[in-house]
């Protein structure tokens, strides 16, 4: 549905001699599925916003290829436009207009007649749970309620690809979780989105698959449970009631083990593929050898161990 080959944006800031260039976006390879909740990922500055409005066709890039719906972005702008929806990230609505005025004028702009717009803004309340303050002015809705009508005027015109910049940035936690379900709910309709977000909680819940971007480039893409696996394995820590030492050397033979350590503290720590699956072998091979298990704790690795160990620094301090 999207598919992007060495996209380039490059910004000149500043006059003649003191002016500097930030290369924004370096050289884009992306490729998103039709109806998949595609995760664009990365620390403030890395390129996220300026790639989404290069897509969204409101910024020209400096280089590469994109296409999206089928359109190419080089020269089929308008047919691009068509197919897609673009929330941005302060949003779009306005203080002193209904969600329903809004949702109908914007239904209007994209050449749909007024019965029908009327038609489509009141199922698009209805959708997102909006209909029972609909005809109050939007300057008396709260944050959450606010994301809700700018992301329905994104979806009002029923575009294929939806394109959301940060949609939950600034939300508390049970507007989020909320958004997250209309976000969904999208997706069952058939709809592409395409997100940025900064939260790797975010990221992880939501996306089906996801890019993590640095310095306007991709250093991991796939799904949450790949990437987490593919970078770091998973870590299974055990306490048994004597033996450590053999327990460690039982298990090191595993093939479902990388490796086994006898910790400090006395516990045994595994390196694993997959913990879901190394755990029960992990306990029948201490049951055949009598040794007593008295705790066992499987520790997934976070996408901030995926972006640690791609760019040598954590995203939550970037
Ligand atoms: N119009 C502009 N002029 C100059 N530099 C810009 C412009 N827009 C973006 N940049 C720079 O390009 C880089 C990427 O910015 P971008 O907004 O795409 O990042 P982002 O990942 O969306 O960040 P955030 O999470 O803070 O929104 C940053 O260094 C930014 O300062």
Redesign the pocket.
Known sequence: MIRTRGLRKT???GRRRKSTT?E??AGLDLTVGEGEIFGFL???????????RMLATLLPPDGGEAVVAGADLRTAQAEVRRSIGYVA?GGGTWDDVTAREELVLQARMHGIGRAEAQARAAEALDAFDLTAFADRNCRTYSGGQRRRVDIALGVVHRPKVLFL??PTSGLDPQSRSHMWDEIRRLRTAGMTVFL?T?YLDEADALCDRIAI?DG?GIVAEGTPTELKRGIAGEVVTLEVADHAAKAAEVLAALDCVRSAEVRDEGDVRLSVDAGETAMPRVMRALADVGVELTTIELHRPTLDDVFLTKTGRSLRES
């Open positions: 910004f000149r800031t930030v924004a976006v990365g620390p403030n500055g890395a390129g996220k916003t300026t790639t989404l990230q910049d940060e940025t900064h971007i306007g």
